[in-house]
């Protein structure tokens, strides 16, 4: 099993950034994936998760401004991030949960991806 992400990076309040965690070593269609962050001196907190089914849920911080999606052609799911703020500056990290559900825990992790925003 594998994931490993792609994106990030700096960005100004307001701008958008795209994420990507492409997976592989595993049937993906099978398994949820989320996103989660972690930023500077605080725990890691969950962000968006896509279930098998495509359903999808997102925290309150992040709701309306960021959309997750999957494709899974590509093996690949996606966090697009707009409006941007500088609280949501962390490190961000794909997971692959342990079944379809949204609801399970996490089993694998990406290598995670630094996302800055400046005010």
């Known amino acids: 099993v594998q994931l490993v992400q792609y994106g990030g990076g700096l960005v100004q309040a307001g701008g958008s950034l795209r994420l990507s965690c492409a997976a592989s070593?595993?049937?993906?269609?099978?398994?949820?994936i989320g996103w989660f962050r972690q930023a500077p001196g605080k725990e890691r907190e969950g962000v968006s998760c896509i279930s098998s089914d495509g359903s999808t849920y997102y925290a309150t911080s992040v709701k309306g401004r960021f959309t997750i999606s999957r494709s899974n052609a590509k093996n690949t799911v996606y966090l697009q991030m707009n409006s941007l703020k500088p609280k949501d500056t962390a490190v961000y990290y794909c997971?692959?949960?342990?079944?379809?559900?949204?609801?399970?825990?996490?089993?694998?992790w990406g290598q995670g991806t630094q996302v800055t925003v400046s005010s």
């Open positions: 070593g595993f049937t993906f269609d099978d398994y949820a």
């Open positions: 997971a692959r949960k342990s079944g379809y559900g949204c609801l399970l825990s996490e089993d694998n």
